[in-house]
């Protein structure tokens, strides 16, 4: 038997070797799940939240974590807020890949421990949401094969490309360089030999301790050209900042951050900002001065750390989410991401769930966002 309870900040705060060990069992690991990435989100927007940290025993052993947090709330494009269970940092930061923290073997155990518990006993909640979660998490798995007699609506949202580095390519980057077009391959080339050739421009690995403008850095050339796009972003604000400064200088220390600029002179021009773990590479952001867009910075700073991640002997490269066209270019492989709404029997719960599926129904009819 599992059983179930909330840990306290103190347990929360002390739990990091044992927290990342059960990290490493999922199913697919993910840096999102990490206790630096959770416990740096709980210091910088925990705030407003009220954290319910789900320790998961069987017996006197943690086998299993899910940490959510609860914020009344607006979810998705809904009109009315609610009490909102969500996975910690999955908002503010937009984080990927989640799922119950756990060895595949004790997941559907845990997950139905995890969801007894929160519709039983932790009863404060309209809505528990999931967001962005991977078509092969155990999360999904779970759900998809009615393990659970949960309310609940599940919607694809999005695609997360990825390389397959070792299944597909055996790690030889010339037989991927071979899966790119012609035309793509003679680009890359070509703008390559002419940042290096002509302009001197550099490829130099950022580090966030003793560089202490790389973040902020990065910060202003991805918001730099998102406003050259008008694009909305949500990478912005000092909040974010700060949590980014220390979660990159925590990543950094653990051999997990994987931060390239590229330098004209000495002057910063485009910018990765991304995360090793497990043998994946996760390209978690970008940024790019306009300036330098037609001369292809931006595709060849993120060449170089394609090329990196096969010289490390990854297993995949993860785009994360989004089907942008751009990186249909460089990879065929994604999967699918889902929303997930799970429903809370109370008075707001039923209203939420009605007037979710209201406006799903008429979306589909129209064809447009109402």
């Known amino acids: 038997m599992f059983r179930v309870k909330i840990a306290n900040i103190e347990e929360f705060r002390n739990s990091r070797q044992v927290w990342n060990d059960l990290v490493l069992t999922m199913k697919r690991p993910s840096v999102f799940c990490t206790w630096e990435w959770i416990y740096t989100w709980q210091k910088h927007f925990g705030n407003s939240y009220e954290p319910v940290i789900l320790f998961i025993l069987e017996g006197d052993e943690l086998v299993g974590i899910l940490p959510l947090a609860l914020k009344k709330m607006v979810v998705e494009d809904g009109l009315i807020p609610g009490r909102v269970l969500s996975f910690c940092g999955s908002e503010e930061l937009c984080s990927d890949h989640l799922d119950i923290l756990s060895s595949e073997n004790d997941a559907e155990s845990c997950i139905r421990a995890a969801l007894d518990f929160i519709v ?121 900042i700060q949590f980014h400064e220390e979660v990159s200088r925590l990543f950094f220390r653990n051999g997990w951050l994987r931060l390239r600029f590229l330098l004209n002179r000495e002057k910063r021009i485009a910018a990765l900002y991304s995360f090793a773990f497990s043998n994946r590479l996760f390209a978690y952001q970008s940024g790019l001065d306009p300036e330098w867009e037609t001369r292809g910075a ?23 989410r989004g089907g942008e066209p751009y990186k249909g270019t460089w990879t065929k492989e994604s999967r699918t991401l889902f929303n997930v709404n799970i429903y809370n029997f109370t008075l707001w719960g039923r209203f939420c769930k009605s007037a979710f599926r209201a406006r799903r129904v008429i979306k589909t009819i129209f064809g447009k966002k109402v």
Not at 140 to 152: H, M, P, Q, S, Y
Not at 298 to 320: C, H, P, R, T, V
Request: some cysteine; glycine content about 4%.
């Open 120 to 240: 039983s006993e932790y009863k404060k909640w309209d809505i528990l949401y999931f967001s962005h979660l991977a078509e092969d998490s155990n999360m999904i798995e779970f759900l998809r094969n009615g393990l659970t007699a949960v309310d609940k609506d599940m919607c694809e949202v999005s695609i997360a490309p990825y390389i397959s580095i070792r299944k597909v390519f055996a790690n030889n980057f010339e037989k991927y360089n071979g899966s790119l077009t012609r035309d793509k391959r003679h680009d890359l080339k070509r703008r390559r030999k002419v940042l290096h050739d002509k302009f001197g421009i550099r490829n130099v690995k950022g580090d966030p301790i003793t560089s202490k403008e790389a973040i902020r850095d990065l910060f202003f050339l991805h918001n730099l050209r998102a406003q050259s796009k008008q694009m909305e972003t949500s990478f912005h604000g000092e909040d974010s």
């Open 298 to 320: 931006g595709s060849a700073l993120l060449y170089d750390l394609i090329e990196e991640a096969f010289k490390d002997q990854m297993n995949e490269f993860d785009f994360l």
